[in-house]
């Protein structure tokens, strides 16, 4: 049987025991629309594929770092009126971190690391709630935070545009529709001139911002950008799993 050491859904019982695996990954997504042209899983595969990856590299370098089953909800309490989003609350997260917390915190791995691929996911208030009850250190990366999109991409966006796309064209190539079919991902602006600048916040109401879903013009999207932006993603994340397996958790400060 071949199995990969560092994804526990391909794990056996034998390998855990014999292993004293120092870092735990969760990739976090959602279920939702991405434009015409891209699944509804889309941020589950990004986040699982750069945990997968990530951690490969990581192991390959002697970190002992495991990677969780992909958690497929996201907060998308603003999609709610588009078919089949699936949404879940902050507060069901919050409870389904503190159990997966719970459930490593009796064992040897004293280290997680939320990875986070839905812009509408914040675990940062609840981190600072568990980390100040438990003992496993407790951290986030936001994977499309890892490296500036904009020495990759020249098209802006957030959601089902040029970055996503070549990501999902490198990655699942067979579950992404031709791009003559997605739509221009054009995208309206707030009112309110705050909002826009970023230092004032509010909810985008999804079908109010835009038309088809996405936010962000697709069409220059190829693989080779999705490549090389996954391999820079997934090397950053890598040289970080590495740097935190190594740490004590004690001793986080210099």
């Given at each position: 049987?071949?199995?990969?050491?560092?994804?526990?859904?391909?794990?056996?019982?034998?390998?855990?025991?014999?292993?004293?695996?120092?870092?735990?990954?969760?990739?976090?997504?959602?279920?939702?629309?991405?434009?015409?042209?891209?699944?509804?899983?889309?941020?589950?595969?990004?986040?699982?594929?750069?945990?997968?990856?990530?951690?490969?590299?990581?192991?390959?370098?002697?970190?002992?770092?495991?990677?969780?089953?992909?958690?497929?909800?996201?907060?998308?309490?603003?999609?709610?009126?588009?078919?089949?989003?699936i949404n879940m609350n902050p507060a069901t997260q919050a409870c389904v971190l503190e159990d997966v917390v719970d459930s490593l915190e009796p064992h040897s791995v004293r280290k997680l690391v939320v990875l986070n691929f839905h812009g509408g996911n914040d675990f940062r208030q609840?981190?600072?709630?568990?980390?100040?009850?438990?003992?496993?250190?407790?951290?986030?990366?936001?994977?499309?935070?890892?490296?500036?999109?904009?020495?990759?991409?020249?098209?802006?966006?957030?959601?089902?545009?040029?970055?996503?796309?070549?990501?999902?064209?490198?990655?699942?190539?067979?579950?992404?529709?031709?791009?003559?079919?997605?739509?221009?991902?054009?995208?309206?602006?707030?009112?309110?001139?705050?909002?826009?600048?970023?230092?004032?916040?509010?909810?985008?109401?999804?079908?109010?911002?835009?038309?088809?879903?996405?936010?962000?013009?697709?069409?220059?999207?190829?693989?080779?950008?999705?490549?090389?932006?996954?391999?820079?993603?997934?090397?950053?994340?890598?040289?970080?799993?590495?740097?935190?397996?190594?740490?004590?958790?004690?001793?986080?400060?210099?």
């Amino acid at each position: 049987m071949s199995s990969r050491p560092y994804v526990l859904a391909e794990t056996t019982w034998r390998t855990i025991q014999e292993t004293d695996y120092e870092v735990a990954v969760l990739p976090w997504g959602a279920t939702e629309a991405h434009n015409y042209h891209l699944p509804y899983a889309t941020d589950n595969f990004e986040a699982e594929s750069v945990a997968i990856e990530a951690s490969r590299i990581a192991w390959e370098r002697g970190a002992k770092v495991i990677v969780l089953p992909t958690i497929p909800f996201g907060v998308n309490s603003q999609q709610l009126d588009i078919p089949l989003v699936i949404n879940m609350n902050p507060a069901t997260q919050a409870c389904v971190l503190e159990d997966v917390v719970d459930s490593l915190e009796p064992h040897s791995v004293r280290k997680l690391v939320v990875l986070n691929f839905h812009g509408g996911n914040d675990f940062r208030q609840m981190v600072r709630v568990l980390q100040a009850e438990k003992d496993v250190f407790l951290c986030v990366v936001n994977g499309f935070q890892v490296v500036p999109r904009g020495d990759y991409f020249e098209a802006p966006g957030d959601h089902a545009d040029e970055l996503e796309t070549s990501l999902l064209l490198h990655l699942t190539p067979d579950k992404v529709a031709p791009l003559s079919e997605a739509g221009t991902g054009r995208s309206k602006k707030f009112r309110v001139s705050g909002l826009n600048e970023s230092w004032a916040w509010t909810p985008r109401q999804w079908t109010q911002v835009t038309e088809d879903t996405g936010v962000g013009d697709p069409s220059a999207a190829t693989a080779e950008k999705g490549a090389r932006y996954f391999r820079a993603v997934t090397e950053k994340t890598a040289d970080f799993l590495v740097d935190l397996a190594a740490a004590d958790p004690a001793k986080m400060y210099e």
